[in-house]
């Protein structure tokens, strides 16, 4: 297996970036070339492109189920286009993926092949960047994620307001970009290709209200064109045990199989 730290410059972000790359490597004598099926990793706001690798066992897992994965750093944007800041979203969506699928031809560009998911604010970033790219992502992985458009906001000089309004500004999200449930609708609406949803979030987050009107929502939808599926996980809270749990169960839910021994472990 390679784990790469790649040091990228983005003409998008003006400014040099750090991505990590998991490339499950094949063990000799080769026998095949296809093309590698992707997970792109999102982190939370506290965290960084190297979350997933040192909190979880992600690289056990690229191994096990013979699929690389993408771990790029959105710093505290929520994986937005910041009212205040750089163009994450555009980063994710448009311009790492090019840039990545030249530098490593194995990834596969083919929408089938590639997943998002991620924990707390990347949980609503990877929702965020399937709802608005669905064409990109056959699958997404939402962990302990709420719609930001669903959190009363006010201005009280806390730095937590103060990173609100770097990311989205100081005025109402519903009904724009950066409301999850107005890009849902939206691509219905389009008709474009839906991504497939796993929500989960712990019994005991203190956010699970924020995910309980996500789920009544896409569970509302006629028909469920979104294939959505919703776990609470009893006892758990909004910790790396969760989801480090929920993204081994999201491998699952996508229907990949385990390749023991194929691939190299460190």
Not at 24 to 40: A, F, G, H, N, T
Not at 96 to 123: C, H, K, M, Q, W
Not at 143 to 157: H, L, Q, Y
Not at 175 to 196: C, F, G, K, S, V
Request: glycine share 10%.
């Amino acid at each position: 297996m390679a784990r790469i730290e790649a040091h990228i410059y983005s003409e998008v972000l003006a400014m040099d970036t750090t991505v990590h790359v998991i490339l499950p490597q094949e063990r000799q004598p080769y026998i095949e070339d296809r093309p590698l099926k992707v997970l792109w990793l999102l982190h939370g706001g506290s965290g960084d492109e190297t979350a997933w690798f040192r909190m979880s066992a992600a690289e056990r897992y690229a191994v096990d189920y013979g699929i690389s994965m993408i771990a790029p750093n959105g710093m505290n944007s929520c994986f937005t286009d910041m009212a205040h800041g750089e163009r994450f979203f555009t980063y994710l969506t448009e311009e790492l993926p090019s840039v990545l699928s030249r530098l490593f031809p194995r990834l596969s560009t083919e929408r089938s092949d590639n997943f998002i998911a991620g924990y707390s604010n990347g949980g609503y970033g990877c929702l965020k960047a399937g709802l608005g790219c669905p064409e990109r992502y056959a699958a997404i992985g939402a962990f302990s994620a709420g719609n930001k458009a669903d959190v009363p906001f006010a201005n009280d000089g806390s730095p937590k307001a103060h990173l609100r309004m770097l990311a989205f500004g100081d005025g109402d999200l519903k009904n724009t970009e950066n409301d999850l449930q107005y890009l849902a609708i939206q691509a219905l609406r389009r008709h474009a290709p839906l991504p497939a949803i796993y929500h989960a979030c712990g019994q005991m987050d203190p956010w699970r209200d924020l995910n309980e009107i996500l789920q009544r929502f896409f569970s509302g939808l006629e028909g469920n064109p979104f294939r959505y599926t919703y776990r609470q996980a009893d006892g758990f809270g909004h910790t790396w045990e969760f989801w480090e749990k929920e993204l081994l169960s999201f491998l699952d839910w996508l229907g990949l199989t385990k390749t023991p021994g194929k691939y190299l472990a460190l």
